[in-house]
């Protein structure tokens, strides 16, 4: 059901539309569409629709879509019969999806969220189901799949309480798009709380980050730099964001005053932000092929974090120091067995954190200080830091099979 703000929504990005295709020309001038798929933003599809029944699957960012890949996976065994077609919005996570997904399965940038773009998209594909992670609520995709007979869930659902802040504003427009997912399944009790105050009936909880296999890595890269870094500790930030390199830099610095004794590596959460912090942290750079000479190395490059994952002896997951970020998926250093360091503000896996600090295989640093004093004592205790991390791997196993057999036992009603 259309209540009128969502149909005044309508309305209105029916009236933009004709604008859509120089925002995203615009956008691919600064790097955020991909030139050559912009058709696909506005529903014109790059690929054919296989025969049969097709499940649909769309996550927005790398995280979302990373999280899908278990999913897909055991789609593929357990239902071979489906097509299968993932959708998300960034060049990075397309960039992801063409290195990681299995062969036969489609992606696609998703449709902006437009009238003619979503209809073009329905029109082609025919999902028989959607399976939309995290917190996707694009009104025109959803009443339009919905209104066509599509059955939908939004599993591994997260929700801030400024989104539902915002959503509760139109209440009645909020409990038609929560209403129209037949499985609704939060990561955990907050998220689960905000959509039942929306109109929503959450059904067991879920959270797909729980899932996965250790990224992967090139083995003789990973001979090779632990060559050239012989010798020295390996401090991993990984998934940075503004601001957070400074703090950790300083941190390290700090703790590792002996030029020589251990060397940072910097993976920012955004890739093109390197060669800006090369200059700030004076450090050299993976995407310019530079060899991690000095004491800092920003790691630049995409799908290479696996690699750095098991370079590294002790890993600081960012977007934990970064107010309003949330944290990043600390199961991805877990599942290669390294102990993990946090900050204060990694609210977005909050449970999974307090699980892990619970059994002694992370600890959380409120600051530049804190963290200094954590990584110096794991520097200087090899023992701690290998314990730490085979609790964190040893948790992270034991999430796999629990976690992909309620999703699938979710999902199976609403497949074809």
């Given at each position: 059901m259309?209540?009128?703000?969502?149909?005044?929504?309508g309305a209105a990005t029916g009236l933009l539309e004709p604008f859509a295709p120089a925002v995203l020309r615009g956008r691919a001038g600064r790097g955020?569409?991909?030139?050559?798929?912009?058709?696909e933003r506005l529903g014109r599809p790059g690929a054919a629709r296989p025969d049969g029944p097709l499940a649909w699957?769309?996550?927005?960012?790398?995280?979302?879509?990373?999280?899908?890949?278990?999913l897909v996976s055991a789609?593929?065994?357990?239902?071979?019969?489906?097509?299968?077609?993932?959708?998300?919005?960034?060049?990075?996570?397309?960039?992801?999806?063409?290195?990681?997904?299995?062969?036969?399965?489609?992606?696609?940038?998703?449709?902006?969220?437009?009238?003619?773009?979503?209809?073009?998209?329905?029109?082609?594909?025919?999902p028989a189901a959607g399976v939309f992670v995290e917190s996707e609520l694009w009104p025109n995709l959803i009443l339009a799949a919905g209104a066509r007979g599509v059955r939908l869930s939004l599993i591994s659902a997260r929700m801030t309480e400024a989104s539902a802040a915002r959503w509760s504003r139109w209440p009645g427009s909020a409990r038609a798009l929560v209403g129209a997912f037949e499985v609704l399944a939060a990561q955990d009790a907050a998220t689960e709380d905000r959509l039942a105050r929306l109109g929503g009936r959450p059904g067991p909880r879920l959270n797909l980050k729980l899932v996965g296999d250790p990224l992967p890595f090139d083995a003789a890269e990973l001979e090779r730099l632990r060559t050239a870094t012989a010798g020295r500790k390996v401090v991993l930030a990984a998934s940075t964001h503004p601001g957070e390199e400074a703090l950790v830099a300083k941190a390290f610095h700090d703790?590792?005053?002996?030029?020589?004794?251990?060397?940072?590596?910097?993976a920012p959460r955004h890739p093109d932000r390197g060669p800006a912090l090369a200059d700030e942290l004076?450090?050299?750079?993976?995407?310019?092929?530079?060899?991690?000479?000095?004491?800092?190395?920003?790691?630049?490059?995409?799908?290479?974090?696996?690699?750095?994952?098991?370079?590294?002896d002790i890993v600081v997951m960012g977007g934990g120091f970064a107010p309003g970020v949330g944290g990043h998926n600390p199961l991805e250093p877990a599942r290669i067995g390294r102990p993990i360091l946090t900050g204060p503000h990694a609210f977005n896996a909050a449970e999974t954190y307090a699980e892990l600090f619970a059994e002694a295989a992370a600890i959380e640093a409120a600051d530049a200080a804190a963290l200094a004093r954590h990584l110096r004592g794991l520097l200087d205790n090899p023992t701690i830091a290998r314990r730490m991390g085979e609790a964190a791997l040893a948790y992270a196993g034991r999430q796999n099979a629990a976690t992909m057999q309620r999703a699938l036992e979710l999902l199976e009603p609403l497949l074809p």
């Open positions: 259309r209540t009128l703000p969502l149909a005044l929504y955020k569409e991909d030139a050559a798929r912009l058709g699957l769309h996550g927005v960012s790398v995280g979302e879509t990373m999280s899908l890949l278990p789609l593929r065994t357990h239902r071979p019969d489906l097509a299968l077609l993932v959708t998300s919005g960034t060049v990075t996570a397309a960039a992801m999806m063409a290195e990681r997904l299995p062969a036969g399965v489609i992606h696609q940038f998703a449709p902006v969220d437009a009238p003619g773009a979503v209809r073009r998209f329905l029109d082609h594909w025919r703790a590792a005053p002996n030029l020589g004794e251990a060397l940072l590596v910097i004076r450090a050299t750079r993976r995407a310019a092929g530079e060899a991690p000479t000095g004491a800092i190395h920003v790691a630049d490059t995409l799908g290479e974090l696996g690699l750095f994952f098991r370079l590294a």
